[in-house]
């Protein structure tokens, strides 16, 4: 099988993943605006435009996503653009550095904020210890795969 018909097949299959994510920010949305939930949590204004946002920024994304597996299958020049940029080993190299790069400066950042919370707010602070455990575990668990892998 060449790269190209694994990539579609790979595609095929965020295509349908990423189809069916743009239903669970939506669900989110209408959960959310329950009386149910109204009543049981409280719901700052001035966070309601923030949420909206959020809620269109995530749609957007996901909905360039699903233009850009669209235009892989129906436009071949496309496809073959993709192709290369995919198997290019400069821009796997320089993907794979920013993204160590981006993981590190975030667990540093964190710690900062962990730090700083720390000062302020309990809430704050056990919400951001959480994250960074989760990311902390996260890479623990991937560098062991890998490791193991080759």
């Not at 965020?14 to 669900?27: D, Q």
């Not at 996901?62 to 821009?91: P, Q, S």
């Not at 809430?123 to 960074?132: G, P, Q, R």
């Amino acid at each position: 099988m060449d790269t190209k018909e694994k990539l579609r097949k790979g595609i095929k299959i965020r295509l349908i993943v990423m189809s069916l994510s743009t239903l669970l920010p939506i669900i989110l949305l209408i959960l959310f605006n329950l009386p149910f939930f109204k009543k049981e949590f409280k719901v700052y204004s001035d966070l309601s435009v923030l949420r909206y946002a959020i809620f269109v920024l995530l749609e957007g994304y996901i909905g360039f996503k699903i233009y850009r597996y669209i235009r892989f299958f129906c436009d071949t020049e496309y496809a073959d653009f993709f192709v290369l940029r995919k198997t290019d080993e400069r821009l796997n190299f320089i993907r794979l550095k920013t993204n160590a790069m981006v993981i590190k400066i975030f667990i540093y950042v964190c710690g900062i904020a962990l730090i700083t919370a720390g000062f302020f707010s309990s809430a704050v602070f056990y919400t951001l210890l959480s994250i960074l455990c989760a990311v902390l575990l996260i890479y623990l668990f991937v560098y062991i795969f890998y490791s193991r892998k080759y």
